[in-house]
């Protein structure tokens, strides 16, 4: 279906292939007007091209090195500057398949500047542009690997959950400010990723394999519906809700004057707080 009226432009990073190429034809589809971002000028324009005579919609390319702070910067003076933006997808990432021990570390700082920096940068720029302007909404693209850090290269895991955390700190700080807020943590996909990676689908079981039109069909459904974190793998959204009522426990806890009886050592003087 396409639209006359725009219903807000979308900035997409990671646009030219894979999750965020679908993005941008979903986005188009329900009237957003786009802004693709990524490295490949090439494969952005081709997109963009086929998108905008698809949708009617007008669909724009800004390349970019998001691993490169410069680079991030002019993307989020961009993002800034555009009054008409009301969305952004923080898609862009990289992942690993070496276990941590065997991984290049110039490559982990790579990826932790592209997975970590440059969502920081861009999230930061959306919330205060979308925070005047009165509305707006941030989709983050963590993975599961947040929640589950031992199943691929411990570096992007620890990317991921940085997005979550940072994700569920901004929904807390946002959500009374009319800006939405809403992480993603998709399993194993079919893009390129996994060969980017160095690790082949094909060696996944195909039952743990989703294909990237669903993910993004289901994530967009989770936006719908409202939510924060969406999983789209998960049967019961129960059993997230399960780990979050887990954790929301333990704050009373977390922090407090003494130590736990359990670290107390007899004669210490440490359960009085006297120090001898
Ligand atoms: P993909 O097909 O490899 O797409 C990655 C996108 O990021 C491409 O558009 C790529 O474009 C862009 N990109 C990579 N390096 C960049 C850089 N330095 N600067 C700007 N753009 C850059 O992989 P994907 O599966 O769609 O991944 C998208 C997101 O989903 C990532 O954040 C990934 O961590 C997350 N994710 C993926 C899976 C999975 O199994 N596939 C699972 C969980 C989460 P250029 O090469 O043109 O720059």
Not at 147 to 166: D, F, R, T
Not at 168 to 195: C, Y
């Amino acid at each position: 279906m396409t639209q006359n009226q725009s219903t807000g432009t979308a900035l997409i990073t990671g646009a030219s292939s894979g999750i965020g190429a679908v993005y941008a034809e979903r986005l188009a589809r329900r009237g957003h007007d786009l802004v693709l971002v990524a490295r490949n000028t090439g494969k952005l324009e081709s997109l963009a091209g086929t998108l905008a005579k698809s949708t009617g919609r007008r669909v724009e390319v800004l390349s970019a090195d998001l691993s490169n702070t410069g680079e991030v910067k002019r993307v989020a003076e961009f993002l800034q500057s555009r009054r008409d933006i009301s969305l952004l997808v923080n898609n862009a990432g990289v992942g690993a398949g070496s276990p941590l021990l065997e991984a290049d570390i110039d490559a982990m700082e790579s990826m932790i500047a592209l997975n970590t920096t440059a969502v920081t940068r861009l999230a930061y720029a959306a919330a205060r542009a979308f925070v005047a302007r009165g509305s707006g909404t941030i989709i983050n693209i963590a993975s599961i690997v947040a929640v589950a850090p031992e199943l691929l290269n411990g570096v992007y895991g620890a990317s991921k959950a940085y997005v979550l955390a940072l994700s569920q700190s901004m929904r807390h700080e946002l959500e009374s400010k009319n800006v939405k807020v809403q992480v993603v943590l998709p399993g194993a996909i079919a893009t390129d990723f996994w060969r980017a990676s160095g690790v082949p689908i094909e060696v996944l079981p195909s039952e743990m394999v989703m294909s990237s039109a669903d993910l993004v069909d289901a994530a967009l459904a989770g936006l719908d519906l409202g939510e924060f974190v969406t999983v789209p793998s998960l049967p019961e959204a129960a059993d997230w809700d399960r780990l979050e009522n887990a954790r929301q426990a333990l704050r009373p806890n977390l922090s407090r004057n003494v130590p736990a009886p359990r670290y107390q050592v007899a004669g210490s003087g440490t359960s009085t707080g006297v120090s001898h």
